[in-house]
């Protein structure tokens, strides 16, 4: 049992000091997973997700939870799904060009950077799901595995696969914006 | 430059990453912590309350319990006093009880007609039947169970 479940048991059972703890480790990575797929509602949903697991303190007996860490996402994940039906007509100023043109001018990043974090927006949700996961949440791919309901291979693959993507749009961002891309080192070109 | 793109790309998100992640917060908000608060104080307090009522329904139905079983109990408040019988001056005296003779009478009345035997009384029907007002055409037939109505005038 690791200690996030024996948090969750602890919290269930009536410890409110066990939910500080929880919010505490689940809070950033959750809301960092909600920024980065939908940032209009970010603050409603994780307030809506911490006011759920406070809820089930009253359904009283359950099946045990796993993993809470999956379980907490799933119904992130749920939440997301019924917020983006209810919003579905809405246009958002995200959705005008003129906000991703700010961004690299606005932050103070190098040209570079502002490349990886603009070609990063630009990926496919299940690309951009498995690396924010992965590098914005900071989870394993055995926990991504869980969270997702695959194999730690196609979790694995499925990230392999995220990163080539991400690579080709710096690449072809790079390549139009005319700056020079970094070259492999020749210890690398002998690995690969 | 000894970066691949790959690294590069890697770095960045990370820095990224971390720069997000610090800028939403570990402890919950006011409004979390009240509905935790309440949720918690609400689960106590239906707690207690059902420990409570669920002692005294115990106890009610303990009493209860008592009373309908303890035959004492039961009809010590039903049965009248026994003075009478139970009285040390009944008990020790061997004298009889007193009887009292009853003389039953029966006297007839001279302002009736003399009974005679296997006539059957005329005067006070064993059913009362409701009065029928019959307009003749056979529509407006209805029953009066009025006892006090006395019919139109004319």
């Known amino acids: 049992m690791t200690d996030l479940e024996r948090q969750f048991d602890r919290f269930l059972a009536g410890d ?177 | 430059m000894n970066d691949t793109l790959d690294a590069n790309i890697e770095q960045t998100l990370r820095a990224d990453a971390k720069e997000l992640r610090a800028k939403f917060p570990t402890v919950p908000g006011e409004r979390l912590t009240a509905k935790l608060a309440i949720a918690t104080a609400g689960k106590g307090l239906f707690r207690s309350l059902g420990a409570k009522l669920a002692l005294y329904a115990t106890g009610a139905a303990i009493i209860g319990a008592a009373a309908y079983y303890i035959p004492g109990l039961h009809s010590s408040s039903a049965e009248a006093p026994s003075i009478s019988k139970n009285n040390s001056f009944s008990r020790n005296n061997s004298l009889p009880a007193a009887q009292t003779a009853v003389h039953e009478q029966h006297s007839v009345s001279t302002a009736l007609p003399i009974e005679q035997p296997g006539e059957t009384p005329t005067s006070t029907p064993a059913v009362k039947k409701p009065m029928v007002l019959d307009e003749g055409n056979g529509k407006n037939v209805r029953v009066i169970r009025d006892k006090h109505y006395k019919g139109p005038l004319n």
């Open chain 1, 16 to 192: 409110n000091a066990a939910f500080a703890e929880l919010y505490r480790e689940l809070n950033p990575r959750l809301s960092a997973y909600c920024y980065k797929v939908s940032p209009a509602g970010t603050d409603d949903l994780m307030q809506q997700l911490w006011e759920r697991v406070i809820a089930m303190r009253d359904h009283g007996k359950r099946a045990p939870i796993a993993s809470p860490a999956a379980f907490l996402f799933q119904m992130l994940r749920n939440l997301q799904i019924d917020e983006h039906r209810k919003t579905k007509y809405a246009v958002s100023l995200e959705d005008f060009p003129e906000s991703s043109a700010a961004h690299l001018e606005v932050s103070g990043e190098s040209e570079m950077e502002a490349i990886v974090l603009e070609a990063f927006e630009k990926l496919e949700a299940e690309d951009k799901e498995i690396l924010v996961l992965n590098i914005y949440s900071g989870y394993k791919f055995g926990e991504i595995a869980e969270m997702l309901q695959i194999s730690n291979d196609a979790a694995w693959q499925r990230a392999s696969r995220a990163r080539t993507r991400l690579r080709s749009l710096v690449e072809t961002d790079a390549k139009k914006l005319g700056i020079s891309i970094p070259k492999k080192t020749r210890k690398e070109k002998e690995t690969v």
